[in-house]
């Protein structure tokens, strides 16, 4: 493998990974790519990576492969049917999905006894704006010699990258987050329609509390959209965290915890999704609590 390019394979061009792609190829790296859905490469090829027929293409024609998919059953797909047959030794998995653990562990074992191959998991934190300006947040498990080839290949995406431990840990950690931005989110929303109720010019509210001890990242961004109703374009989706909240309950059995907190932010975010609102931006999680949605 090559010190500082290699040439990479990037699978799953969505919201986060068009704007991760092009980073990548603005850096100078040769970026193959492939999607489920192959109309959503035009942006990417256009601006230079190689549109790939399959992931066995892609994955020969590679020497690093980033998956950046939607849940850990499309992750376990794409390596059990297409990566494993197609893997050799010497070249490294990158996942930036953000799955569960468990199975995260599985299948790095699965393709280190099959292929040879390595794996980090690298779930990123930071949102699509995060990803078009380079500064995410990302919490890696895997080797530390896995994790310096991370570092480099990653570099143009991240403001910090952690090693958090061994294979696995970092979607631990990206759990961990997720914990905190989804409560975090719904106690916005609580917020915002308790206090546009009673009166208060919700739009000031970001405002008044920017740089005090209840200010975040999610208040100012979901705040201000929540204040005005302005859901669109969806920049995350309450699936997303619906997901992550399931897998912190999930986790949080196994390992004989107690997380009143997420298990009951859960069922809000089920109960708001069965609504209709699982794609849509959490933003919409304030009409929860509105008085007039129906």
């Known amino acids: 493998m090559s010190d500082k390019y290699p040439t990479l394979g ?35 090829a256009d601006a230079g990576a190689k549109a790939c027929a399959s992931v066995a293409e892609l994955v020969r024609s590679s020497e690093v492969i980033i998956l950046c998919l939607a849940d850990t059953a499309v992750v376990e797909a794409i390596v059990r ?4 047959a197609s893997g050799a030794a010497g070249k490294l998995l990158i996942d930036l999905s953000s799955i569960h653990p468990e199975n995260t562990r599985q299948l790095a074992a699965l393709l ?3 292929c040879g191959m390595g794996w980090v998991d690298a779930p990123v934190s930071g949102g699509v704006a995060g990803a078009e300006h380079g500064n995410l947040a990302i919490m890696a498990g895997g080797s530390a010699e896995h994790i310096d080839i991370a570092r480099i290949v990653l570099a143009p995406l991240y403001k910090q990258l952690t090693h958090m431990g061994e294979v696995g840990c970092g979607q631990i950690t990206k759990i961990c987050n ?5 409560c975090n989110v719904l106690v916005i929303a609580e917020m915002m329609a308790l206090a ?4 208060v010019d919700a739009q000031q509210i970001p405002v008044a509390l920017a740089g005090g001890f209840a200010d975040s990242k999610p208040l100012q961004i979901t705040g201000a959209e929540m204040a005005t109703e302005t859901f669109e374009p969806v920049k995350w989706r309450v699936k ?3 997901k992550d909240l399931n897998m912190a309950v999930d986790l949080s059995v196994k390992q004989g915890n107690a997380v009143p907190m997420s ?3 859960s069922q809000l975010m089920q109960l708001h999704g069965s609504r209709g609102y699982l794609d849509q931006d959490p ?5 929860l609590y509105k008085k007039t949605d129906a």
């Not at 699978?11 to 970026?31: H, N, Q, Y």
């Not at 489920?36 to 942006?43: A, D, V």
């Not at 997720?178 to 989804?182: A, D, L």
């Open 10 to 44: 990037f699978i799953g061009i969505g919201l986060m990974g068009k704007p991760m792609t092009l980073r990548l190829l603005d850096a100078g790296f040769s970026v193959n790519v492939w999607n489920r859905s192959p109309e959503k490469l035009q942006p990417v």
């Open 81 to 84: 049917d297409d990566i494993l």
């Open 112 to 114: 280190h006894e099959k």
């Open 178 to 182: 997720q914990m905190i931005v989804s």
């Open 196 to 199: 546009k109720q009673a009166g």
């Open 240 to 242: 997303t965290l619906l």
């Open 263 to 265: 298990a009951l932010a």
């Open 283 to 287: 933003a919409t999680l304030i009409k």
